[in-house]
T-cell receptor
Framework: DTGVSQDPRHKITKRGQNVTFRCDPI?????LYWYRQTLGQGPEFLTY????????KSRLLSDRFSAERPKGSFSTLEIQRTEQGDSAMYLC?????????????FGPGTRLLVL | SQQGEEDPQALSIQEGENATMNCSYK?????LQWYRQNSGRGLVHLIL?????REKHSGRLRVTLDTSKKSSSLLITASRAADTASYFC????????????FGKGITLSVRP
């Protein structure tokens, strides 16, 4: 059983650069979530997909952030013109039918450091 | 914004003792979930309790839910050094489309 995977695990970039992260959910899961976690805090919701449709975006997701899930499988999260405040752990989670209140399974995260 | 508030913020116990962690939340929920996170790693799901459930067990874990008080507790019995981690409660609020709202977490240290 393959869990949620994320790539890369670590990313160091300079302010102003663009970065893209990838998430591969558990294969039969149709819901995919992105969260952001800063040091000493719990994860905060960013956005989620039901299959390929992006159904909700948090106000935390500024115009510099974009997420896609083109074929309803893997997802990408892109941050344009990165700022130091974007430094955080970006977590992806997936779940099956939400009507059944299924558990969200998290990936290992991508830790971003913006210099 | 973070709905859940865990208590205490940090807990240090001796191996073999029980650890009790509490979580309070603000809105009505579909379910409440507890997760564990080792330093710098992803979150590991521990247990989910639905709003119509009052108590649930899984191995050494016992979770209770009191929807009238909007609170939950996680009990880890016979703790081990390997239980050392941060623990988060997360709520799936009613009408929130299953997105989770997390607290700030509890840091548990189990001394060998």
């Amino acid at each position: 059983d393959t869990g949620v995977s994320q790539d890369p695990r670590h990313k160091i970039t300079k302010r102003g650069q663009n970065v893209t992260f990838r998430c591969d959910p558990i294969s039969e899961h149709n819901r995919l979530y992105w969260y952001r976690q800063t040091l000493g805090q719990g994860p905060e919701f960013l956005t989620y997909f039901q299959n390929e449709a992006q159904l909700e975006k948090s106000r935390l997701l500024s115009d510099r952030f974009s997420a896609e899930r083109p074929k309803g499988s893997f997802s990408t999260l892109e941050i344009q013109r990165t700022e130091q405040g974007d430094s955080a752990m970006y977590l992806c989670a997936s779940s099956s039918d939400p009507g059944q209140q299924e558990t969200q399974y998290f990936g290992p995260g991508t830790r971003l450091l913006v210099l | 914004s973070q709905q859940g508030e865990e208590d205490p913020q940090a807990l240090s116990i001796q191996e073999g003792e029980n650890a009790t962690m509490n979580c309070s939340y603000k809105t009505s929920i579909n379910n409440l979930q507890w997760y564990r996170q080792n330093s710098g790693r992803g979150l590991v799901h521990l247990i989910l309790i639905r709003s119509n459930e009052r108590e649930k067990h899984s191995g050494r874990l016992r979770v209770t839910l009191d929807t009238s008080k909007k609170s939950s507790s996680l009990l880890i019995t016979a703790s081990r050094a390997a239980d050392t981690a941060s623990y988060f409660c997360a709520t799936d609020a009613t009408g929130a489309n299953s997105k989770l709202t997390f607290g700030k977490g509890i840091t548990l240290s189990v001394r060998p």
